[in-house]
């Protein structure tokens, strides 16, 4: 199968790029790389050059490897550089001007064929494109997977308005990259974020923003096999980021994202006392955890009811959203594993202890009832066999 991408642009030099870059320069496909700070661009591409000449003196990689990866990389400041670029990719900060002003000169510069994704966070791919002439060519696109050592995904949104064809052109341009190609409909924001905000929502209600709590939340998980973890994530991308992105999902889904003052006060005073409130009664963990794998399970369940994604795509993107080494399946394998009306009672108990805020989707409840003439499943457990 031949790729419908020849050249790929990538517009900003983050910590969000760096990964993607690596990954389609060692897939062979030219790469440029624009970011409009010029001191910026220069230190991404200095680390990415003493990156490939540690891989040289390690023996991962011959000198004409090296110089071939370097010779597809060319670094710019100026959009015109991406003329012959067929696919774009826009990482930069979520922000609505800036990313509006990126989208706007991408599509001056770029030819009618040529496709453009957007990263975004708390913006939405149609609120983007309504400010383009040509909205069809726009999709929100995401990196998944644990960087820097791999990458095992691109998640593709699309818009209300964006051409099958974009999305057919991305999935296809994954796959020749050896990533699953996740497709999804808006939603709003997509599957990844999604469930990395119920993740954060879930674990600031149980802890009262107790970081003394999530860390012994988070040891408990990665003993479970768990990579991506709640408190470690907060404090890697940031109380505004967090705070950004329950807000962004509260708006769309209500209590059901804790959002607004009191949540922003819970997640502030756990950013200033990293030992711990001291308020939180840590009750057992290994319960707790139970109840937020519970959450993520039930969300998983909601976003397929949506009809945002498909089952295999969501129980994908669950797996290597956490990283979890439960042999190869995600959060919904998982539950099928365990017995969907186990995991119905298990949600219902939970709903009542957040007061209807976590609900039961209406596909959890029919696989639910269908499962009651079952055999009794065990007691609810997120330790796979082994544990």
């Not at 991406?82 to 696919?87: A, D, Q, R, S, Y």
């Not at 770029?110 to 999709?139: C, H, K, N």
């Not at 709640?230 to 950004?244: C, D, F, L, S």
């Not at 498909?310 to 919904?332: A, H, I, P, Q, Y």
Request: aromatic fraction near 8%; charge should be negative.
């Amino acid at each position: 199968m031949k790729s419908p991408v020849q050249k790929i642009g990538i517009v900003g030099a983050n910590r969000y790029s760096v990964p993607l870059v690596q990954w389609v320069l060692l897939k062979g496909y030219p790469v440029v790389w624009l970011e409009r700070d010029f001191e910026s661009l220069e230190t991404h591409l200095a680390d990415f050059r003493n990156g490939i000449e540690s891989s040289l003196q390690s023996g991962k990689m011959t000198h004409l490897m090296k110089d071939a990866v370097l010779d597809l990389l060319s670094g710019t400041t100026q959009f015109a550089d991406l003329v012959g670029c067929n696919l774009v990719m826009e990482m930069t900060p979520d922000d609505l001007e800036e990313k509006r002003d990126v989208a706007r000169q991408l599509e001056s510069v770029l030819s009618a064929d040529a496709w453009i994704g957007v990263s975004l966070e708390t913006l939405t791919v149609s609120q983007l494109a309504s400010y383009l002439r040509s909205p069809d060519r726009l999709f929100g696109v995401r990196p998944i997977g644990l960087p820097p050592r791999t990458l095992e995904g691109l998640e593709i949104l699309s818009g209300l308005k964006t051409d099958r064809e974009a999305v057919q052109a991305a999935s296809d341009f994954a796959r020749m990259l050896e990533l699953f190609p996740a497709v999804s409909r808006e939603g709003p924001g997509g599957v990844v974020n999604r469930l990395l905000a119920r993740g954060f929502a879930e674990a600031l209600d149980q802890s009262g923003g107790d970081f003394l709590f999530l860390s012994r939340l988070d040891t408990e998980l990665h003993r479970r096999g768990w990579e991506t973890l709640p408190g470690a994530t907060m404090e890697k991308i940031g109380e505004r980021n967090v705070q950004r992105l329950l807000a962004f999902f509260h708006r769309f889904y209500g209590k059901a994202f804790p959002g607004g003052k009191e949540s922003d006060a819970r997640l502030h005073s756990g950013f200033l006392d990293r030992k711990g409130m001291g308020s939180q009664s840590i009750r057992n963990v290994s319960d707790l955890a139970d109840q937020w794998i519970l959450s993520l399970t039930n969300e998983c369940v909601q976003i397929v009811s949506e009809g945002v994604s498909s089952w295999e795509t969501v129980d994908n993107l669950s797996r290597l959203t956490f990283g979890l080494r439960w042999e190869k399946g995600g959060l919904l394998e998982w539950g099928g594993d365990r017995g969907w009306s186990v995991v119905l009672t298990g949600v219902w108990a939970l709903s009542a202890q957040t007061e209807g805020r976590i609900w039961p989707s209406a596909l959890l409840q029919l696989k639910g009832i269908s499962e009651r003439s079952a055999p009794e499943e065990p007691p609810f457990s997120a330790r796979r066999g082994g544990d």
